[in-house]
């Protein structure tokens, strides 16, 4: 099977539970705008941003620069949360939480291909499935607005000033990609600290 056939069965299904665990994690404590959006399923195509998801990874790709994409984020109103303070941390974390999920059942089956059942195919979808989850999850908890790491700052803004943070929030999604495409070509931090991370989790496998 071609590599971009792994790649395309991991990564839809992690983005997908990713975005439905948050709206799951919100409806629990009491917020049902995902579920009444019909954004609490397992279909895909409810998640595909035509920009982000779509156009965005493509004309990255075309331009030879690294791709970059994301999903359609779920609706979550924080004043409809039991406790909005603290609840809203748990919803942020739900994501990146299911994304370790899996990276964990990625690894789990490249074990299984490399103990038990000996299938290559097995142990290449175990380690895209692995791979892209470890990125996704440490990905999204950087600790900057959007990404959901930045509700961990947001616990320490004070309540006078969260109205200013939210709408920094809401708008810096452009700053994100920015600041990717320097690392990407330019710093390469963030970059080598993934080739780092990738590595440490295939040598968990040896």
Known sequence: MPSYLYFLIAVIPSITLHEVSHGYVAN???????????RLTLNPLRHIDPFGTVLLPFLLIISGLPAFGY????????????????DTLYVSLAGPAMNVLLSAV????????????????QFDLGEYLGLVNLILAVFNMLPIPPLDGSAIIEQFVPRRHLP???????????IVIVLILLDSLVFHIGTNGLVDLQNWWLHLLF
């Open 28 to 38: 629990f404590f009491g917020d049902p705008t995902a579920k009444l959006s019909h």
């Open 106 to 121: 990625g690894w789990g089956l490249c074990e299984l291909a490399i103990h038990v059942t000996q299938q290559v195919w």
């Open 71 to 86: 999903a359609k984020p779920v609706p979550v109103n924080v004043s409809r949360l039991r406790n909005p303070r603290r």
């Open 164 to 174: 200013n943070y939210y709408r920094l929030r809401a708008r810096a999604l452009p």
